[in-house]
């Protein structure tokens, strides 16, 4: 099945980190450029973060530079996305997704990531 | 890079049609053919619903329709129906820095 896992989420205190993971299955993950896509609370998607098929090239929102690394790993076909100095702004359910324009775009269920004290 | 502008909410009555548009500027919507929508359920991930502009995902009913006029994209839902309803965002390519923006969604009311 062609599919998209993330997992790592939880609750973490402002000013921790937290590691999420996109497992990749059923399709040729060296092929694809990969997102991280959040969406807070009742709000709408906001772009994170997105990686070249070789992980050459990064990108990341303005309000993540710095803070935030991705990463990824193809010969495990997994997604990672390294987050630093969290903030309570960066709560929000994060989703990774296969090529956000074009016909082979996929996204996964989402894990939710809470950042209180 | 600011979020592409969308109506909040709009409705319709079932075989109505509806418009949601999509504002950019011409660094992004203006720029590329590269706008998507998706359409998103409650408590689910998104569903790409429209690609390159006009294109229909794969599965996706003729119903839905995109087009694009200078800075402005839009998305039509003919002959509207209850399992329309729904969350719909766009989204565009926006160049090699930041390279996507997506919209302040819309959220599709079913009369």
């Known amino acids: 099945e062609v599919q998209l896992v993330e997992s790592g989420g939880g609750l973490v205190q402002p000013g921790g980190s937290l590691r999420l993971s996109c497992a990749a299955s059923?399709?040729?993950?060296?092929?694809?450029?990969m997102h991280w896509v959040r969406q807070a609370p009742g709000k709408g998607l906001e772009y994170v973060s997105g990686i070249s098929i070789t992980g050459g090239t990064t990108y990341y929102a303005n309000s993540v530079k710095g803070r935030f690394t991705i990463s990824r790993d193809n010969s495990k076909n997994t997604l990672y996305l390294q987050m630093g100095s969290l903030r309570t702004e960066d709560t929000a359910v994060y989703f990774c997704a296969r090529d956000l324009n074009g016909s082979g775009n996929l996204w996964g269920q989402g894990t939710l990531v809470t950042v209180s004290s | 890079q600011s979020a592409l502008t969308q109506p909040r909410s709009v409705s319709g009555s079932p075989g109505q049609s509806v418009t949601i548009s999509c504002t950019g500027t011409s660094s992004d919507v203006g720029s590329y053919n590269y706008v998507s929508w998706f359409q998103q359920y409650p408590g689910k991930g998104p569903s790409l619903i429209i690609y390159d502009v006009t294109k229909r995902a794969s599965g996706v009913p003729g119903r839905f329709s995109g087009s694009k006029s200078g800075n402005t994209a839009s998305l039509t839902i003919s002959g509207l129906q209850a399992e329309d309803e729904a969350d719909y965002y766009c989204?565009?390519?926006?160049?090699?820095?930041?390279?996507?923006?997506f919209g302040t969604g819309t959220k599709v009311t079913v009369l």
């Open positions: 059923g399709f040729t993950f060296i092929s694809h450029a």
């Open positions: 989204c565009s390519y926006a160049g090699p820095y930041i390279p996507y923006v």
